[in-house]
């Protein structure tokens, strides 16, 4: 069974550049939700959809934004970046509903120079 | 945000020896969950527990959902040295559906 699959596995934007990041889960999970991580912040919660829908919301600017298609693979779009976005994104995926269980992905490693 | 407090940050120990990490917070959690992430890796998932006191073992791991549902400990018999790596707890808040918070990671470190 493949897990998570998070593509690219490394950016390199220039500030005020926007960047897509894609997300396919598990075969069967319907929840996927996005997390940056930081040395000094750890993992952050970005937001969570469940069939096509957000669920859930980190407290992260409007800049970041994200979608989920019919066959659950997600994806998220930062805008107008800047020097602070430089993380480590990754994906997560679970059934949903109440099983919370969230398998990662390897992540995208995106540097904003 | 609500935070959890992993501890230790870090911890050096030689082979063979036995670790014990935990995570507490000042809020009820629904569920604790216990991650393992290698340099450049996404984190992979350990342990799972959804009842308060409910302790469960992965081989060498074990882990327990604390009786007031506000902390989690996990404990690694006779370690190995690819043990190292870093440490994550993550809960689910009472109430707060479909979102993981993360404690900051126990850093650890296996002298063979």
């Known amino acids: 069974k493949a897990g998570v699959t998070q593509t690219p596995r490394y950016l390199i934007k220039t500030r005020g550049q926007q960047v897509t990041l894609s997300c396919s889960p598990i075969?069967?999970?319907?929840?996927v939700s996005w997390y940056q991580q930081t040395p000094g912040q750890g993992l952050q919660f970005l937001f969570e959809?469940?069939?096509?829908?957000?669920?859930n919301k980190g407290n992260f600017p409007g800049r970041f934004s994200g979608r989920q298609f019919s066959n659950s693979r997600s994806e998220m779009n930062v805008s107008t970046l800047e020097l602070g976005d430089s993380a480590l994104y990754l994906c997560?995926?679970?059934f949903g509903g109440g099983n919370t269980e969230a398998f990662f992905g390897q992540g995208t490693r995106l540097t904003v120079v | 945000g609500q935070q959890l407090n992993q501890s230790p940050q870090s911890m050096f120990i030689q082979e063979g020896e036995d670790v014990s990490m935990n995570c507490t917070s000042s809020?009820?959690?629904?569920?604790w969950l216990w991650y393992k992430q290698d340099p450049g890796e996404g984190p992979v998932l350990l342990i799972a527990?959804?009842?308060?006191?409910e302790l469960t073992s992965n081989g060498r791991l074990t882990a327990q959902f604390g009786i007031t549902r506000k902390d989690s400990f996990l404990n690694i018999s006779a370690s190995i040295p690819s043990d190292v790596g870093i440490y994550f707890c993550?809960?689910?808040?009472?109430?707060?559906?479909?979102?993981?918070?993360f404690g900051k990671g126990t850093l650890l470190t296996v002298n063979p």
């Open positions: 997560a995926s679970s």
């Open positions: 075969s069967g999970h319907r929840s």
């Open positions: 959809y469940f069939s096509e829908t957000q669920r």
């Open positions: 809020s009820i959690f629904n569920t």
């Open positions: 527990l959804y009842k308060a006191g």
């Open positions: 993550a809960g689910q808040l009472k109430g707060s559906n479909y979102k993981l918070t």
